[in-house]
């Protein structure tokens, strides 16, 4: 039974959130809510581990939950679920745009969906922000503004954004990400 409601929830997942992995949070937290398979904690790690991980990020997290909610089965049923709906939509689709993708109509169909895939990977970024950055439940204790914030992620989120940004620099993702990993370790953040 559990692997049934694995693959539903992954494939509705997989059907709705348009806009690529991160369009996933908002799905990924309805059931946290709904199922309790993994907390709010769970939640921030797997980010960590699908963003550290190669591959497209929506998937990486349903073999992450599908694993740790029913193990080598669960984490297959849930990435097929995943995948599925867009393997069947892209094959549907690329028939039908060979025919008529210069059709009026089809391009105001795609113009339309721009705005919502942006919205929902704001959505998604700003849940990640908020996550990462803020300590929401301590600053609801103290309601002291030095709580609100976690400081240590907050001044490594700024370098990276300015290190990454320097154009002379040239640091590759990848090294980015494990220099992450390692001040993460050293610092104990999340501690």
Same mark, same amino acid.
């Given at each position: 039974?559990?692997?049934?409601?694995?693959?539903?929830e992954f494939?509705? +997942?997989?059907?709705?959130?348009?806009?690529?992995?991160?369009?996933?949070?908002?799905?990924?937290?309805?059931?946290?809510? @709904? $199922?309790?398979?993994? $907390?709010? /904690?769970?939640?921030? *790690?797997?980010?960590?581990?699908?963003?550290? $991980?190669?591959?497209?990020?929506?998937? @990486?997290?349903?073999?992450?939950?599908?694993?740790?909610?029913?193990?080598?089965?669960?984490?297959?049923?849930? +990435?097929?679920?995943?995948?599925?709906?867009?393997?069947?939509?892209?094959?549907?689709?690329?028939?039908?745009?060979?025919?008529?993708?210069?059709?009026? $109509?089809?391009?105001?169909?795609?113009?339309?969906?721009?705005?919502?895939?942006v919205g929902?990977?704001?959505?998604?970024?700003?849940?990640?922000?908020?996550?990462?950055?803020? *300590?929401?439940?301590?600053?609801?204790?103290?309601?002291?503004?030095? *709580?609100?914030? /976690?400081?240590?992620?907050?001044?490594?989120?700024?370098?990276?954004?300015?290190?990454? @940004?320097?154009?002379?620099?040239?640091?590759?993702?990848?090294?980015?990400?494990?220099?992450?990993?390692?001040?993460?370790?050293?610092?104990?953040?999340g501690r």
């Amino acid at each position: 039974m559990i692997l049934l409601r694995l693959f539903y929830e992954f494939f509705m +997942t997989g059907l709705f959130a348009v806009g690529g992995g991160l369009a996933t949070l908002p799905f990924l937290e309805r059931i946290s809510a @709904n $199922t309790g398979w993994f $907390t709010h /904690q769970s939640l921030i *790690d797997m980010i960590a581990i699908s963003e550290a $991980t190669p591959g497209p990020i929506g998937i @990486n997290m349903a073999t992450y939950v599908g694993y740790i909610t029913a193990g080598i089965p669960g984490a297959l049923v849930a +990435t097929l679920a995943e995948v599925l709906p867009s393997l069947i939509i892209v094959l549907i689709l690329a028939r039908f745009l060979k025919a008529f993708a210069a059709h009026p $109509t089809v391009k105001a169909v795609f113009y339309g969906i721009r705005p919502a895939s942006v919205g929902m990977i704001a959505a998604a970024g700003f849940s990640v922000l908020k996550i990462s950055l803020l *300590d929401l439940p301590a600053f609801g204790l103290t309601r002291s503004i030095a *709580d609100l914030f /976690q400081w240590k992620s907050l001044i490594l989120g700024a370098v990276l954004a300015v290190a990454l @940004n320097i154009k002379e620099w040239k640091i590759h993702p990848a090294l980015a990400i494990a220099a992450s990993a390692a001040i993460g370790v050293v610092f104990r953040f999340g501690r």
